[in-house]
């Protein structure tokens, strides 16, 4: 079967730190990978998405990066975080007819 | 692209009334349609889904009905219990390309 696996839970950075937010997936090849931020009580921002090895989307303009290293695994970074950067970041892994599995997601505190 | 729109944004009901959401896209092309629910502090998570040739499908308490010439599909909770208590998106789509999210449903269920 198909999982996705996301770390760390919780993370408080200070203003300024780097950041990097891992996804691993298992059970599929070669998937299509998205990172979404939630802001509390709000929607699902798409930030990125890879269809494969080094290939990155970006839907919005922002402080973060996002890279494809191996083809089961995608990180979010940043080099200097912004207040505004904090959220709930998702990952999710598309499995064609079967919708999206999200990752239980990184709850993170910029202070 | 598709527009999304799910209303209402918020609703609050009694234990053991039904609960419905109801969900308007605008790509006529669409012919997947899924509910995600996303408890506090988690992932969404896939609960029901439709595909376009069928205009009703059940699962135990919850249901999903599709209206593909009004281009709207709703999901249908009865019985409600406190656990049903989330934030539900919808996400209609063209099999094959990326999913586009609704705002959400904030569900509350009083016991």
């Known amino acids: 079967s198909q999982t996705i696996h996301q770390w760390p839970a919780t993370l408080v950075q200070p203003v300024g730190s780097p950041l990097s937010l891992e996804c691993t997936v298992e059970g599929t090849s070669n998937p299509n990978l998205y990172w979404y931020r939630q802001a509390a009580g709000r929607g699902l921002q798409l930030l990125f998405y890879s269809v494969g090895i080094g290939q990155i989307s970006s839907e919005v303009p922002q402080n973060l990066s996002a890279s494809r290293p191996q083809d089961r695994q995608f990180i979010l970074s940043s080099k200097k975080l912004l207040l505004s950067d904090s959220g709930f970041y998702l990952c999710a892994l598309d499995r064609g007819n079967y919708g999206y599995t999200f990752g239980s997601g990184t709850r993170l505190t910029v202070v | 692209g598709e527009n999304v729109e799910q209303h209402p944004s918020t609703l609050s009901v009694q234990e053991g009334d039904s609960a419905v959401i109801k969900c308007t896209y605008s790509?006529?092309?669409?012919?997947?349609f899924p509910w995600y629910k996303q408890e506090l502090g988690k992932g969404p998570q896939l609960i029901i889904d439709?595909?376009?040739?069928?205009g009703e499908k059940k699962d135990q308490r919850i249901a999903v009905t599709l209206n593909k010439t009004a281009k709207h599909f709703s999901l249908h909770i009865t019985e409600t219990q406190p656990e049903d208590s989330a934030v539900y998106f919808c996400a209609p789509n063209n099999a094959g390309n990326m999913l586009t999210f609704g705002g959400g449903t904030r569900l509350m269920v009083k016991p």
């Open positions: 790509d006529s092309a669409s012919n997947y």
């Open positions: 439709i595909r376009s040739n069928v």
